[in-house]
Nanobody
Framework: QVQLVESGGGLVQPGGSLRLSCATS????????IGWFRQVPGKEREGVAC????????KFADSVKGRFTISRDNAKNTVSLQMNSLKPEDTAIYYCATGPGWIYTIFPSLSGYEHWGQGTQVTVSS
């Protein structure tokens, strides 16, 4: 059974950092991609970043490029999103999701993701 569990959200001041983690189980990460998405009430869910399990490369939305990075912990089957220089407009519920590896090529599309985590709230405010 595929499971994705996010953790690490919280309240942070502008300019601060947070690290979100997506603990994965039930599938082979090397065959999949992991996407990070965020959603604000009343707005569409948007792609933030995507990680290719096959070759370890990452893509980022222009709005977060240079501020967010992705890392992987093989021992824990976890993919993490490091968020630096956070801005109030980064406030949202953040989700990780997974699907077959080809979905990496169509980032930031939401198409193809088969399993989603429950989401974690990130609030950037002074």
């Amino acid at each position: 059974q595929v499971q994705l569990v996010e953790s690490g959200g919280g309240l942070v001041q502008p300019g601060g950092s947070l690290r979100l983690s997506c603990a994965t189980s039930g599938f082979t990460l090397e065959h999949n991609a992991i996407g990070w998405f965020r959603q604000v009430p009343g707005k569409e869910r948007e792609g933030v970043a995507c990680y290719s399990g096959s070759d370890g490369t990452s893509k980022f939305a222009d709005s977060v490029k240079g501020r967010f990075t992705i890392s992987r912990d093989n021992a824990k089957n976890t993919v993490s999103l490091q968020m630096n220089s956070l801005k109030p407009e980064d406030t949202a519920i953040y989700y990780c999701a997974t699907g077959p590896g080809w979905i990496y090529t169509i980032f930031p599309s939401l198409s193809g993701y088969e399993h989603w985590g429950q989401g974690t709230q990130v609030t950037v405010s002074s």
